[in-house]
């Protein structure tokens, strides 16, 4: 199984991005759920939230009302619309899956990480 992010970049702060996070792989049955973690420099990668199958979702507190995530399960792909965005936010995002074979086995899976630089 693999994961793999996209839509990173450089944005003025105020700015949107959409990130978008891919799954493939001939073990997925399905994913339980999906998130979104960053790690700035010199910090602890840190929760940015998270979505379940059914849609439920939930966030850090220092992006509520700035982010969402979505995700299409038909297509194994998850997004992070991220708007009003402040240099805080610049770090490298990574993608989490917590995927189920078709033998019933969860398996936690991380994407390589992509880059969000917010300039001021």
């Known amino acids: 199984v693999q994961l793999e992010e996209s839509g990173g970049g450089l944005v003025q702060a105020g700015g949107s991005l959409r990130l978008s996070c891919a799954a493939s792989?001939?073990?997925?049955?399905?994913?339980?759920?999906m998130g979104w973690y960053r790690q700035a420099p010199g910090k602890q990668r840190e929760l940015v939230g998270t979505?379940?199958?059914?849609?439920?979702?939930k966030y850090a507190d220092s992006v509520k009302g700035r982010f969402t995530i979505s995700r299409d399960n038909a297509k194994n792909t998850m997004f992070l619309q991220m708007n009003s965005l402040e240099p805080e936010d610049t770090a490298v995002y990574y993608c989490?899956?917590?995927?189920?074979?078709?033998?019933?086995?969860?398996?936690?899976?991380w994407g390589q990480g992509t880059q969000v630089t917010v300039s001021s």
């Open positions: 792989g001939r073990s997925i049955f399905s994913i339980v759920a």
């Open positions: 979505i379940t199958s059914g849609g439920s979702t």
């Open positions: 989490y899956g917590k995927v189920r074979s078709p033998y019933g086995r969860d398996d936690d899976y």
